[in-house]
T-cell receptor, first 112, second 117 residues
Framework: GEDVEQSLFLSVREGDSSVINCTYT??????LYWYKQEPGAGLQLLTY?????DMKQDQRLTVLLNKKDKHLSLRIADTQTGDSAIYFC????????????FGAGTRLAVHP | GAVVSQHPSRVICKSGTSVKIECRSL??????MFWYRQFPKQSLMLMAT?????????EQGVEKDKFLINHASLTLSTLTVTSAHPEDSSFYIC?????????????FGPGTRLTVL
């Protein structure tokens, strides 16, 4: 079945890089996404990657996709306190038009 | 980017009453919208797919008579929690895809926090 897994918590020092990892089980994933959720708010799309890509960079964000291992990561360079939030990875499946399957979310805490 | 709004942002009601939550796409049309439920410190669980002009598609385990969905126009979907009970207390989030934009991008509303006393 469809399953997306993430580690639940990550703590980093301000200015360091953060790496949030995600694994998924369905090889028919078409797009993989990273969303950010701040307390009490909805989700904000940070970036996405198409399943035939290995890497995508967008300013401080770098997404790496290892399709063979079904592993997705999000690297945030120069992490700031404003980056503290919950980060969800999600996938859409071929044939499942726009249906998103979410991981449990990784809570990122940035400390001075 | 596209904007999705939800109303109300927060609602407190008594057990047994019904609560309606609205989801609007403000600057684009959405023939499909999605309703999610999120428990504290947990992920989003897809409840149903709202289809404009036709019946909603519910995920397994979601009671369609409990969670009524109406997608009456291309910019509005409503979720009504009928005869609410404390276990229905949760954060409800809607989303709408905009296929003319970036690949398969969905825009999320800010969420509605429902508390049933």
């Amino acid at each position: 079945g469809e399953d997306v897994e993430q580690s639940l918590f990550l703590s980093v020092r301000e200015g360091d890089s953060s790496v949030i990892n995600c694994t998924y089980t369905d090889s028919s994933s078409t797009y993989l996404y990273w969303y950010k959720q701040e307390p009490g708010a909805g989700l904000q799309l940070l970036t996405y990657i198409f399943s035939n890509m290995d890497m995508k960079q967008d300013q401080r964000l770098t997404v790496l996709l290892n399709k063979k291992d079904k592993h997705l990561s999000l690297r945030i360079a120069d992490t700031q306190t404003g980056d503290s939030a919950i980060y969800f990875c999600a996938e859409t499946l071929s044939g499942g038009y726009n249906k998103l399957i979410f991981g449990a979310g990784t809570r990122l805490a940035v400390h001075p | 980017g596209a904007v999705v709004s939800q109303h109300p942002s927060r609602v407190i009601c008594k057990s047994g009453t019904s609560v309606k939550i609205e989801c609007r796409s403000l600057d684009f049309q959405a023939t499909t919208m999605f309703w999610y439920r999120q428990f504290p410190k947990q992920s989003l669980m897809l409840m149903a797919t709202s289809n404009e002009g036709s019946k909603a598609t519910y995920e397994q385990g979601v009671e369609k008579d409990k969670f009524l969905i109406n997608h009456a126009s291309l910019t509005l979907s409503t979720l009504t929690v009928t005869s609410a009970h404390p276990e229905d207390s949760s954060f409800y989030i809607c989303s709408a895809p905009q296929t003319s934009g970036r690949a398969n991008e969905q825009f999320f509303g800010p969420g509605t926090r429902l508390t049933v006393l």
